[in-house]
């Protein structure tokens, strides 16, 4: 009898011991899971994407000063929050496509996702949106951006845009939206520079045919299909082909 309440006994204590380890290894993997930065600032924002957390959540909205470089893969949670910036940052640099020309550039080793439905809203005839160069990658989940000239430039690179509405304050030369989204001329010939649209709003802007290029591009991705907003002569919508279902 004795030795059979030891039996139970050591199994209790290898059983604890093994549900503490699991629940140790559970606590620790919620932990590389919740690798994130909270910002209410510029110089928090500044330093959370220069940082190593997986996802920054913004907890206010934010006036920036400068171009914020991101050259890591991470995740940028706008939290029903704004990206704005309030002082003119735009450098006049055509020689250098990484200069001070947009809120956010994504450079080499970049790899940014835009999500949490905000805004990015540039001063009026000041800079785009967001620009990506260095064979960067950039994915819109959703939100509303609004640029000058261009919402979204490629240099070299990818962008991938799955949702979010597209407009501009100050339009093109010719007094349009031609230029919404848009590719650097030569590398977007070449390839090396791309924009895959799979969802999305566009104002005044049709993703399919459009000039930002000569000729005429299509951006939407395959197995879409670019149909104006209901209402409206000008605004176009990417939506799933159902032809081809």
């Given at each position: 009898m004795k030795s059979s309440t030891k039996t139970k006994n050591l199994f209790g204590i290898l059983f604890a011991t093994v549900a503490l380890f699991s629940f140790g290894l559970l606590l620790s993997a919620c932990g590389e899971q919740k690798s994130v930065a909270e910002?209410?600032?510029?110089?928090?924002?500044?330093?959370?994407?220069?940082?190593?957390?997986?996802?920054?959540?913004?907890?206010?909205?934010?006036?920036?000063?400068d171009e914020l470089d991101v050259t890591r893969k991470v995740t940028l949670d706008f939290n029903g929050h704004k990206i704005y910036n309030s002082e003119i940052i735009w450098t006049n640099s055509t020689s250098n496509p990484s200069g001070s020309t947009s809120l956010i550039s994504v450079e080499e080793n970049g790899d940014l996702t835009v999500t949490g439905n905000g805004q990015m809203v540039a001063l009026k005839d000041d800079v785009y949106c967001i620009s990506v160069t260095g064979n960067g990658k950039l994915t819109i989940n959703n939100g509303e951006f609004v640029g000058n000239m261009h919402t979204i430039y490629v240099y070299t690179g990818e962008a991938n845009i799955y949702g979010g509405k597209f407009s501009l304050d100050q339009k093109s030369q010719y007094d349009d939206s031609r230029y919404l989204l848009n590719l650097y001329d030569a590398n977007g010939k070449e390839g090396t520079a791309t924009i895959n649209v799979y969802g999305g709003t566009f104002v005044d802007f049709n993703p399919s045919d459009n000039l930002a290029e000569n000729p005429q591009v299509d951006f939407v991705a395959e197995g879409y299909v670019s149909v104006l907003v209901e209402g409206s002569t000008t605004d176009y919508t990417v939506i799933p082909n159902e032809s081809n279902e």
């Open positions: 910002v209410s600032t510029y110089a928090e924002l500044v330093a959370a994407l220069n940082g190593d957390k997986e996802t920054v959540i913004l907890k206010n909205d934010i006036d920036i000063k």
